[in-house]
């Protein structure tokens, strides 16, 4: 005989019917892609060659070893990631900090602040790519203007210009998520310590060091994670206003991935491209994970 | 909109400088966060001329629509637009289909291995999708999808979802469970518990995810890039980044413009009157996730 139904198993089984469909969708999307990543990264599977599929172990691997190209985008990357998620931290505080202030108007500067994140990353970077027109762009119109530049600048043609330009684009559309983030940080902060603080002859600069600091610990450590894995994987913006040029100065990872496949047609060595940077990301994705778990058993153990 | 009443009782300005200096910072925040988007208003609002006037002019004296008209009727830009809209709108709503359930079963079923679930879940937001694409595109080819809308609505409905599960997940947790336990005394089973009881009560929270979702589905480019290659079905952040002139030497600056501006108003008036509710949604998805 069957086991008696009773409300657990029932309830269970519905449990069950609601997360299969959503469960089976992030296997399909999420798993099988990073899964199949790592088979088709042990073969020499070139569609442009017309040769059947070849187990090649770690050749792709050790052909990476040595490709100065890769390595490259790497540094790119990592350059990239390095300054745009400092620069985003420091601001996205200054703007949190502001709109965490009582005064007229605070609705409307809010939603103002938040526009950025919300427009689409590809048309932020047709924008950009304007600004920083060598003839008519506005920025070199303002530099010379102010004087501090005496010929336009050719931002998107000169390598460490364009890195740096590319970058700047960056900063401005992510700069507004780091703020959210910490702005709700910031609002559960009782005001009550920072008026005991006070009281205490504090200065402003040092309530912030000993109270918003360290208390802001997690939302500033989970806007580093996203921003890390985000800006990591870098693509619509780049390619946009540089397709990673010139010279490759601008050539992010995502982008050498994104050549292999699509234009080389090289699906195994774009694979094996897809596994390291995946590691690179689970690497980074622990650490700071660690560093949240520590900070979060640290707030609530005293 | 409604000004934000002050949530903490305002403290008098301890001194004209400091309000001053306070005004100064908002006004920063401003034009940091404006001054690129109206440069671009504006340049899709000159007459060709004076985009290519040097210096630039920050005051026109002649505005125009030519760009919008020649991107209207002379691009098919309309196409594109609702491309976005069909793709954007039905993930959305697939997404909150497929993720409430499965929101619900992980904040009130206890499911055994749950969390791991979300553990999952949360890893996964992190992921960009140039490591999916790759696969993606592999399965496409096999399923002969490319060219068609499902190629992008499955993918967008898959990316909003741990965002939808992490943020509905936190609102079933809020959600007062007696009147769930009335209904079971009363008899229902869980799939009308949810159906007639839960779901009325979830608008808001729906609403929240919903825009999120809609805001993440428009604006994805590299499916977009990759999955659509026949022009009549490109989504508006692919076809604005793919408008060239004749030659690199005419590259059409005003269409451009006029082409950002269109596919960013959905957007903007989205912030507009849904400010409150999109920060509410970002942070409980990552914070409390």
Redesign the interface.
């Known amino acids: 005989m069957f086991k008696a139904n009773t409300l657990h198993d029932?309830?269970?089984r519905?449990?069950?019917?609601?997360?299969a469909?959503?469960?089976i969708?992030?296997l399909?999307?999420?798993a099988?892609?990073?899964?199949?990543?790592f088979w088709?990264s042990l073969l020499t599977k070139n569609l442009g060659t017309n040769l059947k599929p070849v187990f090649t172990g770690v050749g792709n691997y050790s052909r990476m070893m040595g490709d100065g190209r890769f390595w490259q985008s790497l540094g790119n990357t990592a350059f990239f990631t390095a300054i745009a998620v400092t620069v985003e931290l420091i601001l996205g505080m200054?703007?949190a900090l502001?709109?965490n202030?009582?005064?007229?108007?605070?609705?409307?500067?809010?939603?103002?602040?938040?526009?950025?994140w919300?427009?689409?990353?590809?048309?932020?970077?047709?924008?950009?790519t304007?600004?920083f027109?060598d003839?008519?762009g506005?920025f070199n119109?303002i530099l010379?203007?102010l004087h501090l530049i005496e010929v336009p600048a050719n931002w998107l043609g000169e390598p460490t210009l364009a890195l740096l330009a590319t970058i700047a684009a960056d900063i401005?559309k992510t700069?507004?998520?780091v703020a959210?983030?910490l702005?709700?940080?910031l609002?559960s902060i009782p005001?009550d310590l920072y008026e005991a603080h006070a009281m205490d002859g504090a200065s402003p600069w040092q309530s912030f060091r000993q109270i918003t600091l360290p208390l802001l610990m997690?939302?500033i450590l989970?806007a580093v994670?996203?921003r890390f894995?985000?800006s990591?994987?870098?693509?619509?913006l780049i390619?946009?206003m540089t397709e990673g040029g010139p010279a490759g100065a601008t050539e992010m990872?995502?982008l050498y991935?994104?050549a292999t496949?699509?234009r080389y047609l090289d699906?195994g060595y774009?694979?094996a491209l897809?596994v390291v940077?995946?590691l690179v990301?689970i690497v980074g994705?622990a650490i700071a994970a660690l560093l949240l778990a520590k900070f979060r058993t640290r707030i609530s153990g005293d | 909109m409604t000004p934000d009443l002050p949530t903490r009782p305002v403290k008098p300005a301890s001194s004209s400088r400091q309000g001053i200096l306070l005004g100064l910072a908002v006004l920063l925040v401003i034009v940091f966060s404006l001054a690129p988007v109206l440069w671009q208003i504006l340049t899709s609002l000159k007459v060709n001329e004076d985009i290519s006037q040097l210096p630039n002019i920050y005051f026109p004296s002649r505005y125009t629509l030519e760009h919008y008209t020649e991107i209207l009727h002379r691009r098919p830009f309309v196409n594109y637009l609702f491309n976005s809209s069909l793709v954007a709108i039905v993930s959305t709503l697939l997404c909150l289909g497929i993720g409430s359930p499965a929101a619900y079963a992980l904040a009130r079923l206890h499911l055994p291995g749950e969390q791991i679930i979300l553990a999952v879940v949360l890893i996964v937001t992190l992921f960009p999708y140039i490591l999916l694409f790759l696969g993606l595109l592999e399965i496409v080819q096999a399923l002969h999808l490319a060219n068609n809308y499902l190629a992008l609505i499955i993918p967008y409905t898959a990316i909003n979802l741990p965002l939808t599960i992490l943020v509905m997940r936190s609102f079933f947790q809020q959600l007062p469970k007696d009147l769930e336990d009335a209904a079971k005394i009363d008899g229902y089973n869980t799939l009308q518990l949810v159906w007639q009881i839960v779901l009325p009560t979830t608008i808001p929270a729906l609403v929240t995810t919903g825009i999120l979702a809609f805001i993440f589905a428009w604006n994805e480019f590299i499916f977009a890039l990759t999955f659509i290659t026949r022009e009549s079905m490109k989504t508006i952040p692919v076809a604005a980044a793919q408008i060239g002139g004749s030659t690199v030497f005419e590259i059409p600056y005003g269409p451009i413009a006029a082409a950002t501006v269109l596919g960013t108003l959905p957007l903007v008036l989205l912030v507009l009157f849904f400010q409150r509710k999109i920060i509410q949604g970002l942070t409980a998805g990552a914070v409390k996730g």
């Not at chain 1, 099988?32 to 990543?37: K, L, Q, S, V, W």
């Not at chain 1, 202030?101 to 950025?116: C, E, K, N, V, Y």
């Open positions: 029932r309830e269970q519905t449990g069950w019917l609601f997360v469909p959503a469960l969708l992030l399909i999307v999420f099988y892609p990073i899964g199949r990543a088709l200054g703007v502001v709109l202030q009582s005064f007229r108007g605070r609705g409307l500067a809010r939603t103002i602040a938040i526009l950025p919300a427009l689409p990353t590809a048309l932020i970077g047709l924008s950009w304007w600004i027109n003839q008519y506005v119109d010379m203007r401005w700069t507004s998520f959210i983030l702005l709700a940080g609002q005001q997690p939302q989970i994670l996203f894995a985000q990591f994987g870098v693509f619509d390619k946009v990872v995502s991935i994104y496949v699509m699906f774009g694979a897809v940077t995946f990301l994705v």
